[in-house]
Structure formats: structure tokens, C-alpha cells
């Protein structure tokens, strides 16, 4: 199974601020790499597939970049409604496997 | 507009069986995957599989094969989850999701989920 660790598993930081999370996968994957945040009580809704690619309707302030093992997401100026959790989810082999999550909180 | 609407919660003694449902709407039911996701409470997500709802044909975790069954009604556009022989650590939030058009693509609308309650 492809393990895929993301980090950091929390952080803390202010609207404003620009946040970047990782996520390393423990094979290659290509860019078959996509990334979602959950709010407490709801459904996770993605941000970004194959690696960088922003879904329609997601603010531009959201970026993501990588290929092969290394991968990254970027909030460039935290809003109030970006503090959640986000997950890495690999597609590239089955079992398809999430990363642990990253719990961005306010400061 | 893509709905995925899941049955209730459920409540199930050790050792029962459950079924969660997922009605969709707003597409062809046929042309996209079907994923199975859970989450324990607190926890991250993970993945159980996928059906293809045209065909039937289904891709497990080997951590669910044997007591997870998916399978489908493409007359009415819904997707179904059934696990056996249930412990109390399956206590878990049940999504089901839409994948793409192929195996390896991303999910791109979810249920809001289904609690399922394993206890004595």
C-alpha cells in the first residue's frame, strides 16, 4: 500500500497569513495526487486534483504543486473559512489512501 | 446539480449487519465511480473501495474484503454499502462519494454522510 504522510499534522496561524502543507507519498504517483478540506460535521469537498489543478469554484488563493513523491498545498492570505482540516488522497494504486490530515486553527 | 442524498444513521448491536444507501441526482448514475470512505470519530478519512456502476464490478480494500459488500441499482440511482459481522471499532461516519469517469480519478461530490453506531 502507498503510505502518504502528510505534515504538519496541525498548525496555528492568522487570517492573513499564508500556510503551506505537504505530503509525501512513499512511491512515485506521478501527480495522481488530489487534496480536500472538511469542516467539523461535514462532508470533505476537493480543492485540487492531479497535483495542481484548482476545481471549479475554489478561490484562487489555493495553490498546489509537486509530482512523483513530494507534493504541497498553498493558502497564500488565510481567511476566516479556511481553518479546517485538509487531507492529501492518493488515486495512483488501490488501496487509494488519504494522508493524515493538517488541522489549520486560528492563532 | 449533483446530489448524493445517504440514508439515516443506524445503530447496530456487535456482530449485525447495515446497510447504507446513497441516492444520486443531477447526472447519469452510470457514467461515474462509486467510492466508499469512512471515518471514525476524530479520526482521518479512509478509503473502503469503489463499484462501477455500470458494470457492477468492485475494487475493495484488502482491509474489507470478505465482510463489505457494494453494490448498485442503476434503476433508481442508488448506490449501496452493506457491512457484516460489525465491531464496535466500524463506529464510523459512512460517505459515499463520486468519483470520475475512470478507477484513478479524484472525488468530486460526497454525501453528507451516514453515523453508524457499533454497541452493546
Known amino acids: 500500500d502507498i503510505q502518504m504522510t502528510q505534515s504538519p499534522s496541525s498548525l496555528s496561524a492568522s487570517v492573513g497569513d499564508r500556510v503551506t502543507i505537504t505530503c509525501r507519498a512513499s512511491?512515485?504517483?506521478?501527480?495522481?495526487l488530489h487534496w480536500y478540506q472538511q469542516k467539523p460535521g461535514k462532508a470533505p469537498k476537493v480543492l485540487v486534483y492531479?497535483?495542481?489543478s484548482l476545481q471549479s469554484g475554489v478561490p484562487s488563493r489555493f495553490s498546489a504543486s509537486g509530482s512523483g513523491t513530494d507534493f504541497t498545498l498553498t493558502i497564500t492570505t488565510l481567511q476566516p473559512e479556511d481553518f479546517a482540516t485538509y487531507f492529501c488522497q492518493q488515486t495512483y494504486s488501490t488501496p487509494l489512501t488519504f494522508g493524515g490530515g493538517t488541522k489549520v486553527e486560528i492563532k | 446539480q449533483v446530489h448524493l442524498v445517504q440514508s439515516g444513521a443506524e445503530m447496530k448491536k456487535p456482530g449485525a449487519s447495515v446497510r447504507v444507501s446513497c441516492k444520486a441526482s443531477g447526472y447519469t448514475f452510470t457514467d461515474f465511480y462509486f467510492h466508499w470512505v469512512r471515518q471514525a470519530p476524530g479520526q482521518g478519512l479512509e478509503w473502503m473501495g469503489w463499484i462501477n456502476p455500470k458494470s457492477g464490478v468492485t475494487n475493495y480494500a484488502q482491509k474489507f474484503q470478505g465482510w463489505v459488500n457494494m453494490t448498485r441499482d442503476t434503476s433508481i440511482s442508488t448506490a449501496y454499502l452493506e457491512l457484516r459481522r460489525l465491531r464496535s471499532d466500524d463506529t464510523a461516519v459512512y460517505f459515499c462519494?463520486?468519483?470520475?469517469?475512470?478507477?484513478?480519478?479524484?472525488?468530486?461530490?460526497w454525501g453528507q454522510g451516514t453515523l453508524v453506531t457499533v454497541s452493546s
Open positions: 492531479t497535483a495542481s
Open positions: 462519494a463520486r468519483g470520475g469517469t475512470t478507477s484513478w480519478s479524484h472525488v468530486d461530490y
Open positions: 512511491q512515485t504517483i506521478g501527480t495522481y
